[in-house]
C-alpha cells in the first residue's frame, strides 16, 4: 500500500505539470452511428487515442484504430495495450482476462453489451475466441451499474463488433505469420458494409493460422537447495486454425430501429507434447538400463496429443421503439459453445526392470446454450432527467460429457530400450482404447435461471452528469449428476445491487465517483456434489452445494484531463470489500488416500484429508491505475503519439496459512510506447513495451510464483495511394519467458510445516513472432 500512495503522490505532480498543455478539444467518442470509409479504415492518416465517454460511468474506450497498427490476433492481444488487464495465460497467448489481476471470474466479458456463454467452470469466457478483425471498439468499465448484471466486481469489458453503420465500402487483407522454428501460418479476411434494402449490411469473414511453439524445461529437487531428482524436456506445440463469420443488418426509421446481429468461430486445433525426463541435470541420453540406475539416462518418454474442436455461435436482435410515453427496447439473443476435445496420453516408463507403456484417453463433450431477453423503457421525467427501469430474463444450460477409457498398461521387451527419441514414440504402440466410463462428475447437466429487474435514474445538472440505480436479481441453480451414484442439487440465489456514478467537469478536467454492489457467484465445480479423489496433491476435494456467491462494495474515484486537441491522461483509485469470500478448508475427515498402517504405531499413518470450499472470511482488492495517450502537438512533434498505463495492484486474503494476496494477482502491470507518423511519405512506425509483475497462488498442497519477461512489438507501415496498406510487425522480441516456481507438499500438516514432497523450477519460452500483413479498400 506504500508502494501506491508514493505512486500516487507522483503521479499527481506529473498530473498538474501536464495539465498546463495546450488548449484543448477533447478527443470524445464518435456517435454509435458514425460510419467510416474502407479506406479510412485501411489507410490510416492520423494516429489513434483513447476517447473520452459523456456517461456518468468511469469507463475507457478504445477504438480499433488504437489496436490496428500491433495487428493483434485476438481480442485478448489487442488488451495487452490497456490499463490493469493482465493474463496468467502460455507465453504469446492471451485468454482469460484477468482486470485488475483477479481470476477471470470476477471479470464480467460482454460481447455488444450481451453476455456470452463459456465452458470454464467459473463461467468466465476465452477472449482468444474472438478474433481482433472482427473488434470496433474495447470499452473497460471500470464500476457497475444497474444497467448489466451484477457479476462484475473487478469491473467489465465490453467487446463492440463492427455493425453496418460503422462502414461503408469493404476491404481485404491478406498476410502471413512466421515463427520461431520456421513454420509460416497464413491469415485472410474480408469485410463489407453498405447500404442494402431499407437497412445496412456488414458481413464479415476470417481465416487465422494460430501457432505457438513452446518450449519447457523444468528442473526439481526435493527441497528449495536441496538434492537433484529430475529434469524435464519439453515441447509443446500448438498448431490450428480459426475460422470466423460475423454479420449484422441495421435499419433505422423516425421512430423504429431494428438490429439483428450475429458471429460464428471455429477452432480447429491440435495440441501436442512431448516431454523427456531425465535423472541428469544436463545432456541428452538413451533410456536408463533398469530401476534405480546409477547412470544419466531418459526415465521417462510421454506423449500427450489433444485434438479440439469448438464452435461458438451468437444472434442477438434488438427492436427500438421511440414513441409519445418514452422509448422502449426489446432484446433476444441466443448463444451457443461447443467444445470437443479427444486427449491421448501415452508413456513409457524406462526406470524399471521391464520397461512399462501406459495409455490414457479422454473424450470431451462439453455444450452450453443461453437464451437472453431483456426488456426495458426509458422516459423522460423532467428536463435533464430521464428514468430507466426494465427486466432480464437468462436460461443456461451446460450438458457435458467426459468419458475415460480403460487404462492400457503392460511391459515392453527389453528391446525397447534401444530407443531413438527422434525416430521412436510411445504412440507407437496402439493401445486399443475399451471400455469408455464417464469420470467422476463427468456426465451432468447444469441449468442455471436468471431473472432481474431494474430501474435507474439519470440526468445531468450543469457540470455533474449522474446516475443512481438498484439492480435486483435472482438465480435458481440445479445440477444433475448422471454418474452413477451422482446426486441432484438446487439451489438459489436473491441480491439487491445498488449502484450510483458521478462526472464532474472540471475546467479541462473531469472528476468521476462510483459506487456499486456486485456479486460473483460459485463455480459450477465447487458446488457440484462431487468428491474429486487425490484432486489437492493427495488429498481430495469434495463439492459444496451450499456455497453462497461472493459479494463486494467497490468504490472507484478518478479524474482525467484533457491534453491538446487528442490527448486524455488519466488516474483512478479502486477499492473493492469483497464477503462471503470462497475459500477451501479441511474438513477433518480423512481422505481416500489415507493409510493408518500399524495401529500400534502411529508414526506409521499416512493421513490425508478431505477438503471443501465454503464461505469465509472477507477479503479486499486496492489499487491505483493511470492512463496517458496523447499526440506530442504542444511541444510542436504533432505527428508523434505516445500511450503508457500504469497499474499498481494489491489485496490481502487470509488462508490457513496466513496472508497473502488473491490467487493470481500480479501486482503490477504497465506498458508504454510511441507511434510516429510521416505524412510525407505515407508511412509509419511504432514500439510498445509491456511488463507485468509476479503473481502468486497458494492452495493446499500446492504454490506458485509466476514471472513474465518483458514483451516488445514493434511495427513499420507504408501506405500507397487511398487504398492500399502493407504492414510488418515483429512481437516477443524479447523472447520473454514464463517462470513458475512450484512449492509441492502432500498434505497441509506437511506444507505448514514446510515439509516438502518436491520444488520446482519451469521455465517457457516460444521465440519471437513476426507477421506481415496487407489491406486493400474497395
Not at 561 to 581: C, E, K, M, Q, S
Not at 595 to 622: C, F, H, M, S
Amino acid at each position: 500500500m506504500k508502494l501506491i500512495l508514493n505512486a500516487l503522490a507522483g503521479a499527481s505532480i506529473a498530473t498538474i505539470a501536464l495539465a498546463t498543455a495546450a488548449p484543448a478539444v477533447a478527443q470524445d467518442a464518435p456517435a454509435a452511428d458514425s460510419i467510416e470509409t474502407a479506406q479510412e479504415i485501411v489507410v490510416k492518416g492520423t494516429i489513434a487515442y483513447r476517447y473520452r465517454t459523456e456517461g456518468a460511468e468511469p469507463e475507457l474506450v478504445y477504438d480499433q484504430d488504437f489496436f490496428q497498427r500491433f495487428e493483434p490476433l485476438t481480442a485478448g492481444d489487442a488488451l495487452k495495450r490497456v490499463p490493469s488487464v493482465t493474463f496468467l495465460s502460455d507465453v504469446i497467448e492471451s485468454d482469460g482476462a484477468r482486470l485488475r489481476g483477479l481470476d477471470p471470474g470476477y471479470t464480467q466479458i460482454l460481447i455488444n453489451g450481451e453476455k456470452v456463454p463459456g465452458t470454464n467452470a467459473d463461467r468466465s469466457f476465452f477472449l482468444d475466441r474472438i478474433p481482433a478483425e472482427l473488434v470496433k471498439q474495447v470499452e473497460i468499465v471500470r464500476s457497475s451499474s444497474a444497467r448489466r448484471t451484477g457479476d462484475a466486481v473487478a469491473g467489465t469489458l465490453n467487446i463492440v463488433l463492427r455493425d453496418g453503420y460503422q462502414l461503408d465500402g469493404g476491404y481485404l487483407r491478406a498476410g502471413a505469420l512466421a515463427f520461431d522454428d520456421g513454420k509460416v501460418k497464413p491469415s485472410f479476411g474480408a469485410v463489407f458494409g453498405g447500404q442494402v434494402g431499407p437497412g445496412r449490411l456488414l458481413i464479415g469473414g476470417n481465416i487465422q493460422g494460430r501457432y505457438n511453439p513452446k518450449k519447457k524445461y523444468s528442473v526439481r529437487f526435493d527441497k528449495p537447495g536441496g538434492v537433484f531428482q529430475n529434469r524435464e524436456d519439453q515441447s509443446d506445440v500448438r498448431d490450428g486454425t480459426d475460422y470466423t463469420i460475423n454479420a449484422s443488418y441495421d435499419i433505422r426509421g423516425e421512430s423504429t430501429d431494428f438490429e439483428l446481429s450475429g458471429f460464428w468461430v471455429r477452432t480447429d486445433r491440435i495440441e501436442t507434447e512431448r516431454s523427456f525426463e531425465y535423472n541428469a541435470a544436463n545432456g541428452v541420453y538413451g533410456p536408463v538400463p533398469g530401476a534405480n540406475p546409477t547412470v544419466p539416462g531418459l526415465l521417462v518418454d510421454n506423449s500427450n496429443i489433444n485434438n479440439i474442436d469448438q464452435r461458438n455461435f451468437s444472434i442477438n436482435g434488438k427492436l427500438t421503439q421511440r414513441w409519445a410515453a418514452g422509448k422502449t427496447k426489446l432484446k433476444l439473443g441466443y448463444a451457443e459453445f461447443i467444445d470437443d476435445q479427444w486427449e491421448t496420453e501415452n508413456e513409457i516408463e524406462f526406470n524399471r526392470s521391464s520397461p512399462r507403456f501406459t495409455g490414457d484417453r479422454f473424450d470431451t463433450h462439453i455444450v452450453d446454450k443461453e437464451f437472453s431477453a431483456g426488456l426495458e423503457h426509458a422516459v423522460d421525467a423532467s428536463k435533464g432527467i430521464e428514468v430507466v427501469f426494465g427486466a432480464f430474463y437468462q436460461s443456461k444450460d451446460r450438458d457435458t460429457d467426459i468419458q475415460e477409457a480403460m487404462r492400457q498398461r503392460f511391459n515392453l521387451p527389453a528391446g525397447t530400450r534401444v530407443w531413438n527419441t527422434a525416430s521412436n514414440t510411445p504412440d507407437q504402440f496402439p493401445a486399443g482404447f475399451v471400455g469408455f466410463a464417464p469420470i467422476t462428475g463427468g456426465l451432468s447437466t447444469i441449468k442455471e435461471e436468471r431473472k432481474d429487474a431494474f430501474a435507474l435514474v439519470e440526468g445531468k445538472n450543469g457540470v455533474i452528469t449522474w446516475e443512481v440505480g438498484v439492480r435486483y436479481e435472482t438465480t435458481n441453480v440445479s445440477i444433475d449428476d448422471r454418474t452413477p451414484g451422482g446426486l441432484n442439487i438446487d439451489t438459489d440465489y436473491a441480491h439487491l445491487l445498488p449502484s450510483a456514478s458521478a462526472k464532474i467537469q472540471l475546467g479541462d478536467g473531469r472528476m468521476t465517483i462510483s459506487g456499486a454492489r456486485t456479486v460473483r457467484r460459485p463455480r459450477f465445480d465447487y458446488i457440484s456434489p462431487v468428491t474429486l479423489e487425490e484432486e489437492l496433491g493427495d488429498n481430495d476435494l469434495q463439492g459444496n452445494p451450499l456455497l453462497r456467491p461472493e459479494k463486494a462494495w467497490g468504490v472507484d474515484l478518478g479524474y482525467e484531463h484533457r491534453l491538446g486537441r487528442t490527448g486524455v491522461i488519466g488516474i483512478n483509485l479502486f477499492y473493492r470489500d469483497v464477503a462471503d469470500l470462497v475459500e477451501i478448508f479441511n474438513t477433518r475427515a480423512y481422505g481416500s488416500a489415507t493409510d493408518l498402517g500399524d495401529p500400534a504405531d502411529p508414526t506409521d499413518d499416512e493421513i490425508t484429508w478431505v477438503y471443501q470450499p465454503r464461505n469465509t472470511g472477507d477479503g479486499k482488492v486496492y489499487g491505483v491505475e493511470f492512463d496517458l495517450s496523447t499526440s506530442l502537438g504542444f511541444l510542436g512533434l504533432p505527428d508523434t503519439g505516445v500511450f503508457g498505463n500504469l497499474s499498481l495492484l494489491d489485496s490481502e486474503i487470509t488462508d490457513e496459512l496466513g496472508k497473502r494476496r488473491f490467487n493470481g494477482q500480479s501486482n503490477i502491470v504497465y506498458n508504454f510506447g510511441f507511434i510516429q507518423d510521416i505524412p510525407s511519405f505515407g508511412a509509419a512506425f511504432g514500439a510498445t513495451y509491456r511488463k507485468q509483475g509476479a503473481a502468486y497462488d497458494r492452495i493446499v498442497a500446492e504454490e506458485v510464483r509466476t514471472t513474465y519477461g518483458a514483451d516488445l512489438e514493434v511495427f513499420v507501415e507504408k501506405r500507397f495511394g487511398k487504398a492500399f496498406t502493407i504492414r510488418a510487425v515483429g512481437s516477443n522480441l524479447l523472447n520473454g519467458a514464463k517462470r513458475e516456481v512450484f512449492n509441492k507438499f502432500n498434505t497441509f500438516e506437511e506444507q505448514q510445516a514446510r515439509d516438502f514432497d518436491e520444488y520446482e523450477l519451469e521455465s517457457e519460452t516460444a521465440g519471437p513472432v513476426f507477421q506481415v500483413m496487407a489491406r486493400l479498400a474497395f
